[in-house]
């Protein structure tokens, strides 16, 4: 296992740096993970909700879901991993490469987030595919109805077994192949294709540094290994 202090150099000799961040990331500001003992919404697991299936058989359900994360997020702020990498910006080029539905890279500051699961602030029309953004805590009616045609709205992001938004994922290829370090933050490797972006960087010559809890999926595959909660790993790096 690496120290800090050896990844902090790589940093300093790497301009370009790209984040691929995962549940993990946002974990100390207060809001669960998908597979830790916290994941869980009324003994729903996420992989059951997270998908169109759930949502053609009970859109209700599925938007309870959606809305208490919705307001979940909104009472969260971004904990100190998220100012570290928005501070990063000031002497790297960074762009970060997130999972995570939340948007709170963005409210800490970071100006390239790639959101390749989609955005729990954004509802699109299931019929004409009017796209709103809508940063209210909490949606007044559910299932929310589309103001144009009056049909259902969904949640804006990626369900499983749903392709990603072709640009975010073109957009993540280019991004990890030219980069120099990669940071695989928070994330537990499980989900594809975003876990296949750690290989690309690698046969892309980037260095991969993973800053997670425990191992995981991934580590076999990373250059070096930060172990500890990424809200205190971040920080020093960036200092
Ligand atoms: C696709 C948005 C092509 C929604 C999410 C069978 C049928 C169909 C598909 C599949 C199949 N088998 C496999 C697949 C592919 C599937 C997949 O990968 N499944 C997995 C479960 C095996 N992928 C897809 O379906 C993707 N699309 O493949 O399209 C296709 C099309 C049709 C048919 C086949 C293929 C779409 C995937 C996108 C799903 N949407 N989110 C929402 O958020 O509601 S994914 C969801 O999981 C979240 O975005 C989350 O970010 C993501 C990944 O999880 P993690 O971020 O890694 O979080 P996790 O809880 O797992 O881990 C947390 C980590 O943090 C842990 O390691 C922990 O140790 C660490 N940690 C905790 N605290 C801290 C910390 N680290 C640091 N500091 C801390 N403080
Ligand atoms: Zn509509």
Redesign the pocket.
């Known amino acids: 296992m690496n120290e800090v202090s050896d990844v902090r150099d790589w940093l300093r000799a790497s301009p370009r740096v790209i984040a691929l961040t995962?549940?993990?990331?946002s974990?100390?500001s207060g809001i669960p993970?998908?597979?830790?003992l916290d994941?869980l919404w009324r003994n729903y697991n996420?992989?059951d909700?997270?998908t169109p299936e759930a949502f053609e058989r009970n859109p209700t359900v599925v938007w309870e879901w959606?809305d208490w994360?919705r307001g979940l997020i909104a009472a969260a702020e971004p904990n100190p991993?998220h100012y570290a990498l928005a501070q990063l910006e000031a002497t790297n080029h960074v762009s970060i490469i997130s999972?995570?539905?939340d948007g709170l890279h963005t409210r800490a500051g970071s100006t390239h987030v790639i959101e390749i699961?989609?955005s729990?602030w954004r509802t699109r029309c299931t019929s004409c595919d009017r796209t709103q953004s809508n940063l209210k805590p909490h949606l007044t009616t559910l299932p929310p109805l589309c103001e144009d045609c009056g049909q259902l709205l969904r949640?804006g992001?990626?369900?499983?077994?749903?392709?990603?938004p072709p640009m975010a994922w073109e957009a993540s290829v280019e991004a990890v192949s030219t980069a120099d370090i990669l940071l695989v933050?928070?994330?537990?490797?499980?989900?594809?294709?975003?876990?296949q972006l750690v290989p690309i960087a690698k046969d892309a010559g980037a260095k991969v540094v993973e800053?997670?809890?425990?191992a995981?999926a991934l580590s076999s595959q990373v250059d070096a290994t930060l172990l500890?909660?990424?809200?205190q790993i971040l920080p020093k790096l960036v200092q």
């Not at 995962?22 to 990331?25: I, K, R, V, Y």
């Not at 800053?211 to 425990?214: K, Q, R, V």
């Open positions: 995962g549940a993990g990331m974990a100390e993970t998908f597979r830790g994941g996420p992989q909700l997270a959606y994360r991993g999972q995570n539905v699961h989609g729990i949640p992001v990626v369900w499983f077994g749903e392709n990603l933050i928070g994330t537990s490797g499980i989900v594809y294709p975003a876990a800053i997670n809890l425990e995981t500890g909660p990424s809200g």
